[in-house]
């Protein structure tokens, strides 16, 4: 399947994709890696967060795209099973992931600052300076 079939396909896909796995390393100061699975277990992307910003592809589902977005732009809730990210200065829907009570709770002690179980605010402001990755040099 090419790269732009599958692209339709996702534009089409009606359900939400996964957390297929969640892993946290020491790399660049921190690195909370979330690999995401469509419906039939297939991976459709990932997210890739690190102290200072959040990095995804997602290539299935609505809500599929890319970015690599600084935390205090974004605004991530856990609501109704789904974990939901938002741009912070017009509330527009980033992605939307199926997400459980105990994976959320995995994601949120990565975060800097976690606050109530319903409502997260990531990155207010942080107190390190951004660090450029290494594969932009």
Request: glycine fraction near 6%; aromatic fraction near 6%; include cysteine.
């Amino acid at each position: 399947m090419g790269i732009l079939t599958t692209f339709i396909v996702a534009l089409f896909s009606t359900s939400e994709p996964k957390i297929a796995e969640i892993r946290h390393t020491a790399e660049y100061g921190g690195l909370l890696q979330i690999r995401i699975a469509a419906d039939n277990n297939r991976p459709c992307g990932s997210i890739h967060m690190t102290p200072e910003s959040l990095d995804y592809i997602i290539t299935c589902g609505r809500y599929a795209g890319k970015a690599l977005m600084p935390h205090h732009d974004i605004i991530l809730n856990h609501t109704g099973q789904q974990l939901v990210a938002h741009y912070r200065s017009n509330g527009k829907i980033l992605f939307k992931i199926n997400c459980s009570a105990d994976e959320y709770r995995k994601i949120s002690t990565f975060l800097p600052e976690p606050v109530e179980d319903v409502r997260m605010e990531i990155g207010k402001e942080s107190p390190h300076p951004p660090r450029s990755h290494p594969s932009d040099k």
